[in-house]
């Protein structure tokens, strides 16, 4: 299993500014996935991130925008740029292990 | 990776069993079923996985027929507490997968 500590868990911010997320695992994984839930929505997949070379990103989503970092194998960042209201969402964190998958708490984020 | 098709909602009162259906019709051979449930504020949380006929654990059922093109999921005597939305996906057993996630089934257990 792996416990997955994301921070900030919740955020307010000024449309035209960026936000970093942090994502810890407490275990080594290969590969971390960032998701967005929108309200009352599923959630959508934006990319998949290795350690050690650059995140791969899924359709509708560019890395000007939310580029990611993976310094390491428990950690992880993603960052919203240039902040506009249809970003408020939750962004929420995971790693995979076997056939199961692990998933932070989520960080709300609402921008004004 | 496969599509799941679930209802969009579904209500049952405390002390009810549930049964929420996925269909899954071009699942591969190597792919299994698991079933999440996701509370408000809350990431999803993993129930119950299989890849065939009949699984369960302390939370739930799952019964997969033998072409696995569709899988049940069981919920004995809900509570209140079993509120919440759940997901069916098929998965790739390659370890370190990534998890795309349909609409899945809003379950409202009244009182």
């Known amino acids: 299993s792996a416990v997955i500590s994301q921070k900030p868990s919740r955020d307010i911010c000024q449309r035209g500014t960026s936000l970093t997320i942090q994502c810890q695992v407490d275990?080594?994984?290969?590969?971390m996935f960032w998701y967005r839930q929108q309200p009352g929505q599923s959630l959508t997949l934006i990319a998949t991130?290795?350690?050690?070379?650059?995140?791969?990103?899924e359709s509708g989503f560019v890395i000007d925008k939310f580029p990611i970092s993976r310094p390491n194998l428990t950690f992880s960042t993603l960052t919203v740029s240039n902040m506009s209201p249809e970003d408020s969402s939750i962004y929420l964190c995971?790693?995979?292990?076997?056939?199961?998958?692990?998933f932070g708490q989520g960080t709300r984020l609402t921008v004004v | 990776l496969a599509k799941t098709t679930q209802p969009i909602s579904m209500d049952s009162y405390e002390g009810q069993e549930v049964n929420i259906t996925c269909s899954h019709n071009?699942?591969?051979?190597?792919?299994?079923i698991t079933w999440y449930q996701q509370f408000p504020s809350q990431g999803p949380r993993f129930i119950i996985q299989?890849?065939?006929t009949k699984v369960t654990n302390e939370v739930a059922s799952l019964f997969i027929p033998a072409d696995r093109k569709s899988s049940t999921l069981s919920l004995p005597r809900v509570s209140l507490s079993d509120t919440a939305v759940y997901y069916c996906l098929v998965v790739l057993n390659t370890g370190g997968f990534k998890t795309i996630f349909g609409a899945g089934t809003r379950l409202f257990v009244k009182a």
């Open positions: 991130a290795n350690q050690g070379s650059e995140a791969t990103y």
């Open positions: 995971s790693v995979g292990y076997e056939t199961e998958a692990f």
């Open positions: 071009n699942i591969a051979t190597n792919d299994y």
């Open positions: 275990s080594q994984v290969t590969m």
């Open positions: 299989g890849y065939k």
